[in-house]
Nanobody, 117 residues
Framework: QVQLVESGGGLVQAGGSLRLSCAAS??????????WGWYRQAPGKQRELVAT???????NYADSVKGRFTISRDNPKNTVYLQMNSLKPEDTAVYYC?????????WGQGTQVTVSS
């Protein structure tokens, strides 16, 4: 079974940047037909959508991160990225990647992002 492995989380000061990566554990032949998403879950809150990128490269962002976060994908590397700039304390959460189609969904294990004020 494919596993998604996230990396790049950590502790950063407000205003700083982090780049999250999420890579599939093995090559997926059809990955170029699949969409990716990044979600986050803060303590005591529900998981929320941060950004998505379709197979065609179209992107969508939560209003709270527009202009600060950028999602991108590298199909040959079976990887999705989330570039996070101008980080705020309210961005603190566990971030999860999701690889999906209408009939398939695989989640990563999550990576902690902590933004100090």
């Amino acid at each position: 079974q494919v596993q998604l492995v996230e990396s790049g989380g950590g502790l950063v000061q407000a205003g700083g940047s982090l780049r999250l990566s999420c890579a599939a554990s093995r090559n997926i032949y059809s990955i170029h037909t699949m969409a990716w998403g990044w979600y986050r879950q803060a303590p005591g809150k529900q998981r929320e959508l941060v950004a998505t990128i379709t197979s065609g490269g179209s992107t969508n962002y939560a209003d709270s991160v527009k202009g600060r976060f950028t999602i991108s994908r590298d199909n040959p590397k079976n990887t999705v990225y989330l570039q996070m700039n101008s980080l705020k304390p309210e961005d603190t959460a566990v971030y999860y990647c999701n690889l999906f189609t209408m009939s398939y969904s695989r989640w990563g294990q999550g990576t902690q992002v902590t933004v100090s004020s």
